[in-house]
């Protein structure tokens, strides 16, 4: 009877062994999978601002100096690209700390939860702001120009318009996709634990 108690206990012992294991290897994918998910937003955010800091000089180009547009367009153009770049910069910043995902997973959870949140409030703001530079953009081209060049030129905007709003909402999408998977991943983790 002994001896079958202590093949019971060593067997148990293995097995937990066993067990303990297996979850050191799934935290370590999980979070190795939240910071690819962390990394690909925080280098969609460095795209972004890139772009938008590249639109500043190129923005003078094309529209002052190439189309005779007014500075205070420029201007305004130049505004919104460094809203864009704060924007990213801060709602990236949690997501660039480093220890991210070495701590507690509830407390990473709250923190990508929250710039989740704020990256679909962007839409409220970006949305008028990009449709009042576009009126105001046609507005000024529609001034400089005949009715005739006028006419070949609006179908042009508009499909640089449509453009421009399919990727930036799949550009979005993808994000808040990014940041849902990573959320799911964490709600795993702990009902495993």
Not at 15 to 34: G, H, M, N, P, S
Not at 35 to 60: E, F
Not at 110 to 138: L, N, S
Not at 161 to 176: D, R
Request: hydrophobic share 50%; charged share 25%; with cysteine.
């Amino acid at each position: 009877m002994d001896y079958e108690l202590d093949e019971m206990r060593q067997q148990m012992a293995i097995l937990k062994d066993k067990l303990e294991k297996q979850t050191i290897v799934d935290d370590r994918v999980i979070r190795r999978a939240i910071k690819h998910g962390v990394s690909t937003i925080n280098k969609r955010y460095l795209v972004i601002s890139i772009i938008a800091l590249a639109m500043i000089p190129y923005g003078y180009w094309a529209f002052v100096k190439l189309n005779g547009l007014s500075i205070p367009l420029w201007i305004a153009s130049c505004v919104m690209m460094l809203m864009v770049v704060a924007f990213c910069f801060f709602n990236g910043r949690a997501m660039r700390d480093s220890k991210l995902t070495d701590g507690n997973l509830h407390d990473t959870m709250h923190k990508v939860a929250a710039a989740k949140k704020r990256d679909a409030k962007w839409q409220w703001i970006g949305i008028p702001m990009a449709t009042a530079w576009a009126v105001w953009v046609g507005w000024e081209m529609a001034q400089k120009m005949g009715a005739e060049d006028f006419k070949f030129f609006m179908p042009f905007f508009i499909i640089c318009l449509v453009a421009g709003i399919i990727m930036g909402l799949a550009v979005h999408f993808k994000t808040q996709r990014h940041y849902r998977d990573i959320l799911e991943q964490i709600e795993d983790a702990e009902d495993k634990h």
